[in-house]
């Protein structure tokens, strides 16, 4: 069943900046891994993608409640295409520099902070609640096949290619990504809007401050966001790392690094798509669990078997697990938080969720630095599953029923079309 034309054009444009991310995914490690081979500066690539999450992420959740939805993802992604448009014109004249490389990424990094954020505010308001799940099903498994399983292959040959082709590909379609949610309906702010259009810097802050208190005065919220920082902790201070691990000990050639990346993709997609018969067939509660425990394992063997195929394995699990996870605390925000604070809520949620990844790979740079990647992975193993225990038992099914039914999101006939 169609969930309408609105939605579709959002999830074309979500799928062509899941592409050029795909892109990104499998090039910009192997540029950065062509340039060094320090795993400190290698993990650096992550923190420069992720530490606009720490610096701008309220600031972006109060601009989702104050302007045009639809404009926030035309020109994030109209940004993004920019720097690396730029990037690319860098590497065709021979300047390749880390540093160079560390601020296209810093600056693609802060237009997602915007794109994205917008994004997951927007399905309300073009599906009623009863589509939600379904609707968020369809855009992680889109996610997760192009970004993690089209993409880094593509990327990789690319790469192989030419770096500067790879580069421009990923400008080229940050830019239709932009065109494509340019026809959607007008998103503006709810009538509830408690700044009342006073957009000063002193009303901007308020705002941001009553976002931020509603997020940390919900108590499930602020637990699930403890889980899921914890997830991408550790799950950070191994991405920096996995290039170093699969292309040493495991032996996975240059060419080949994209199809090793994604074929755990594969386990992204299937975990989307029977999230709407899993979840509520195990709750929710359980699947916080399998979201930690199963990707902390995965790191143990990554980190002590010494085997492709048992590391494409456990990947695959723990991909499973996380697209669970995402689609359950993604439709938590969504039904739980009134529309109008929506977009500053799920800002505060992404800080403490996001804002870890950058801390996680600094700390995991250092790890692979003083203990080398495979022991590395394996700390971050031991480490995740103490988290869980720390916080996941706080989190029940009854919990998450309980507050999704509290709040009713603004519906797809409340949208304004002027």
């Not at 699930?224 to 191994?238: M, P, R």
Request: include cysteine.
């Amino acid at each position: 069943m169609s969930l309408g034309r609105s939605f579709t054009k959002l999830w074309w444009s979500q799928g062509l900046s899941n592409l050029a991310d795909g892109l990104v995914l499998a090039a910009v490690p192997l540029l950065a891994v062509a340039m060094t081979r320090d795993p400190l500066l290698v993990s650096g690539m992550t923190v420069a993608q992720f530490l606009p999450w720490l610096l701008f992420a309220l600031p972006a959740g109060a601009l989702a409640d104050h302007v045009d939805r639809r404009l926030i993802m035309v020109w994030g992604n109209a940004l993004r295409a920019v720097g690396f448009g730029l990037l690319a014109v860098m590497l065709a004249v021979h300047l390749r520099s880390i540093v160079v490389l560390y601020l296209a990424v810093f600056l693609a990094g802060t237009a997602e902070t915007l794109v994205n954020n917008a994004a997951l505010t927007v399905p309300p308001r073009l599906v009623k609640r009863g589509d939600l799940e379904r609707a968020n099903g369809r855009l992680v498994a889109t996610q997760s096949t192009i970004n993690n399983f089209i993409g880094p292959p593509v990327g990789a040959a690319l790469f192989a290619l030419s770096a500067v082709m790879v580069v421009t590909s990923t400008a080229g379609l940050f830019a239709l990504a932009a065109l494509a949610v340019i026809t959607l309906p007008r998103m503006l702010p709810t009538a509830s809007d408690s700044s009342g259009g006073n957009h000063t810097p002193g009303a901007v802050v308020r705002s941001i401050r009553e976002g931020w208190s509603y997020f940390w005065n919900h108590r499930l919220l602020r637990r699930v966001a403890f889980i899921s920082g914890s997830i991408n902790l550790f799950s950070s201070a191994t991405e920096g790392l996995l290039v170093l691990l699969a292309t040493g000990p495991l032996k996975v050639s240059t060419s080949w690094y994209g199809v090793f990346i994604a074929l755990p993709a594969v386990g992204a997609v299937i975990g989307s798509l029977i999230a709407a018969r899993v979840v509520p067939a195990i709750g929710g509660g359980p699947v916080t669990w399998l979201a930690a425990l199963v990707p902390a394992a995965s790191y143990v063997v990554l980190g002590l078997s010494g085997s492709v195929v048992l590391s494409e394995i456990a990947m695959f699990l723990a991909a499973i697990a996380t697209a669970l996870n995402q689609i359950v605390v993604t439709t938590l925000r969504q039904a739980s938080v009134p529309d109008e604070l929506l977009g500053r809520v799920t800002a505060g949620y992404r800080l403490i969720v996001l804002g870890a990844v950058p801390v996680g790979a600094l700390i995991g740079g250092g790890l692979g630095r003083w203990l080398g990647p495979a022991h590395a992975f394996v700390v971050c193993g031991v480490g995740l599953a103490l988290a869980a225990l720390v916080f996941a038992s706080r989190v029940t099914t009854r919990a998450l029923r309980e507050a999704e039914r509290d709040v009713q999101p603004v519906t797809a006939e409340e949208i304004s079309y002027t």
